[in-house]
């Protein structure tokens, strides 16, 4: 059977609860394409206490997107048969407190889509109901608003909403593919937040002698602030100059 997927607005209600209690429990953490936002990977590093570099290269796979021509980080799920989550284990999610938007945000999905003349974002939301899922089962009512609330996923949500605002450039300036170096470049900016912090050619790349970035000493930023300037810096640098610049 396939998932249905209905419309849902903030204030509708719906009716969900997951816990080690569910027969399906764990289900939903295999045969997935489980892909990662920046803010996702960093949020999982500092989590795991581990470097960007190592946390890429032990949990995730990469790829180009399709469309975008931009990097696309997944998790690198198991080889067996059950294509499990490397992070799930018999107990739950074993990095709950950092699991992804996407984890957080199920069994809803968000997509926004932006007003072309105020430049504001509008908030969509869908139910998804998957055969196995039987969280529905029995559930208690919520809204939609109260799930977001009790998921902690407004920061998740506001560093993803700055992300797909760089694809739109990405894919107003530059459609089409990135070239390797680019693309290569993308992918440390936003994904490998830790080699963008302490490599010179980004440390000392031009757009840290911008106004607006100087402030900014990368080795006592924040990461999240980092993130914010790393994005900063793939616009600036790579998106919206002509490719002879980069
Ligand atoms: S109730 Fe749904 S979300 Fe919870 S473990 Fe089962 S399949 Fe996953
Ligand atoms: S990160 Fe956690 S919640 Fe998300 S698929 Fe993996 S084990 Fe499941």
Known sequence: ??????????????????????????ACCRNLNQALTPYDVLCLKQFLEM??????????EESTGPGTGLPVVSLRFSDADDLACPFVTDAGCR????????????????????????????EHWALIREPHCLGFTNGQRQAVDEWVDSQQIATHNHMNDKML?????????????????????VYTALYDLDTFRNDPYYRDSNVATTADIQPLDRSRTGDLDLLIVAMDWVRKNLLIVSPEKA
């Open 1 to 26: 059977m396939q998932p249905t997927v209905s419309s849902l607005e903030k204030h509708q209600t719906f009716r969900f609860t997951c816990s080690p209690d569910v027969t399906c429990f764990n």
């Open 51 to 60: 470097s960007s570099g190592d946390f890429l290269n032990r949990y995730t």
């Open 95 to 122: 990095v709950y407190p950092a699991r992804p938007a996407s984890c957080r945000t199920y069994p809803l999905a968000r997509g926004v889509s932006r007003d072309r003349k105020t430049g504001r974002l509008t």
């Open 165 to 185: 605002e760089l694809i739109s450039l990405k894919n107003r300036f530059r459609p089409g593919p990135l070239r390797p170096s680019e693309r290569k470049r």
